[in-house]
């Protein structure tokens, strides 16, 4: 095979350079996306998947960066620090897509909890944790739900948006004032989130708990103690069958609202 000369071969090395480098630096904004969202971090979507994913967003932003480039090429520690701002910034898009997914897991971990369920547990991909089957359960209905209803699409408007507001070869990202409050803030919309929408079900629940106490204090010799979870169980069947068609209209509202990433994002970090 017939080699090319030293002179050639820095040539091409040259040429190429700035378009890797352009291709690395588009990709990293929604490759931070993909490493986070729940749709192939629960799927086990290995890294070619998420690398295409990563490749085919890059492509709106290539061509202008591929330009910038060539006309001035940044030194070595500013490539790297322009890569690993794009990299947060994508981080903070997948962690904000992910949130109504994370919320609608922690009604199934909540409720499974309070009906004593949490025997049955099934390994969670992403991070390895232990999820009860009901929260494993709607953590999958949310992400069809995502993905059928034009989630992806939103995330890669939000993407390319955010590439308004940030450009990838401006090195300028800040917090915005309260930036902790509001990445603390998220934690708790969690939390108000689940225990607002799981309260239904767990009132049922409780009513059961107390019907039984009420049958033990009027009939002492009565030994109900292995019945009320069976009660709880049974309201918790027969709630969910009924309350299933509000999460699904919940989750398809909250996981694919055009415009509300962008906006989430703006209250973490400004231009």
Known sequence: MAQLPPSDT????????????????????PMGVA????IFTRAQLGGPIRGAFAFV??????????RALADTAPATPILALLGAKEMIIGLLIG???GLPIWCIQSIGEFLDTHRSATQGQASEPGS??????????????????????????????????????????????????GFADALLGLLDRIEIVSLTIAAPVTLAMLLCDACVILLMRAIPKLHLYD???????????LMMLAYTAW???????????DGHLLHALQQLLTP
């Not at 019945?227 to 069947?237: E, G, V």
């Open 57 to 66: 967003l890059a492509f709106p932003a290539l061509p202008a960066i591929y």
């Open 95 to 97: 962690l904000l897509a």
């Open 35 to 38: 490493l986070v969202l729940p």
């Open 128 to 177: 390895g944790n232990q999820d009860s089957l009901t929260a494993n359960l709607l953590a999958m209905a949310a992400i069809a739900l995502f993905v059928t209803g034009g989630g992806l699409p939103l995330v890669a408007q939000a993407i390319a948006q955010s590439e308004e507001v940030w450009p990838p070869l401006s090195i300028s990202l800040h917090p915005a004032p």
């Open 247 to 257: 999460l699904v209209i919940y989750a398809r509202r909250e996981t694919t609202t």
């Open 227 to 237: 019945l009320a979870p069976t009660l709880r169980n049974l309201a918790f069947t």
């Open 10 to 29: 820095a040539a091409v090395a040259s040429a190429l350079f700035p378009a890797l480098t352009a291709l690395a630096i588009a990709m990293g904004r």
